[in-house]
T-cell receptor, first 116, second 111 residues
Framework: DADVTQTPRNRITKTGKRIMLECSQTKGHDRMYWYRQDPGLGLRLIYY???????NKGEISDGYSVSRQAQAKFSLSLESAIPNQTALYFC???????????????FGPGTRLLVL | GIQVEQSPPDLILQEGANSTLRCNFSDSVNNLQWFHQNPWGQLINLFYIPSGTKQNGRLSATTVATERYSLLYISSSQTTDSGVYFC?????????????FGTGTKLQVIP
């Protein structure tokens, strides 16, 4: 079984719709992340969370919100989807290591989102 | 923030050939990772290597932290090595610093 799962794997929606992408992990990690990937741009951080009560904005948080429902669950919402949010979205986890060192990240399979 | 640059952007290899991918970073790092994204989009962590050398089968990586670069070596390449290789780094700091990804090297291994 996969350690980091994302649902849905693919989603087509229309401009203005609210959608939620979900991420669950069984690795027992405290830290969780949401990234988006656009062609030729690598991955960019949207939000990250170090525990249930600690949520932080990444470099491209505008238009997105998140919820950390439990240590194992981290959801990303697009309140009103727009076409330039069409991208591949990844959830990731890490254990933070010692003082932030040894922070190997483990990624989910990704969600392909198309906003029409 | 830290800048991460990868080269070459694209690479085509004949199966069995060796290759070296490079990652330059603009600041001292305490976190340097290499990832492989396969043609189906899945990201796999290859190495955590803020300094030194590591090897895993046909892959090895070396980071020279003082000169701010890391190299990923692929030997005896196979078609399954195709995909995009990303380098990701976060700068050395007393607190948490987010991981910044390079734009990747797209590798195609042809039979």
């Amino acid at each position: 079984d996969a350690d980091v799962t994302q649902t849905p794997r693919n989603r087509i929606t229309k401009t203005g719709k609210r959608i939620m992408l979900e991420c669950s992990q069984t690795k027992g990690h405290d830290r969780m992340y949401w990234y988006r990937q656009d062609p030729g741009l690598g991955l960019r951080l949207i939000y990250y969370s170090f525990d249930v009560k600690d949520i932080n904005k990444g470099e491209i948080s505008d238009g997105y919100s998140v919820s950390r429902q439990a240590q194992a669950k981290f959801s990303l919402s697009l309140e009103s989807a727009i076409p330039n949010q069409t991208a591949l979205y990844f959830c990731a986890t890490s254990d933070g290591g010692s003082g932030g060192l040894q922070e190997t990240q483990y990624f989910g399979p990704g969600t392909r989102l198309l906003v029409l | 923030g830290i800048q991460v640059e990868q080269s070459p952007p694209d690479l085509i290899l004949q199966e069995g050939a060796n290759s070296t991918l490079r990652c330059n970073f603009s600041d001292s790092v305490n976190n340097l990772q290499w990832f492989h994204q396969n043609p189906w989009g899945q990201l796999i962590n290859l190495f955590y290597i803020p300094s030194g050398t590591k090897q895993n089968g046909r892959l090895s990586a070396t980071t020279v932290a003082t000169e701010r670069y890391s190299l990923l070596y692929i030997s005896s390449s196979q078609t399954t090595d195709s995909g995009v290789y990303f380098c990701a780094a976060s700068p050395y700091s007393g607190g948490y610093q987010k991981v910044t990804f390079g734009t990747g090297t797209k590798l195609q291994v042809i039979p």
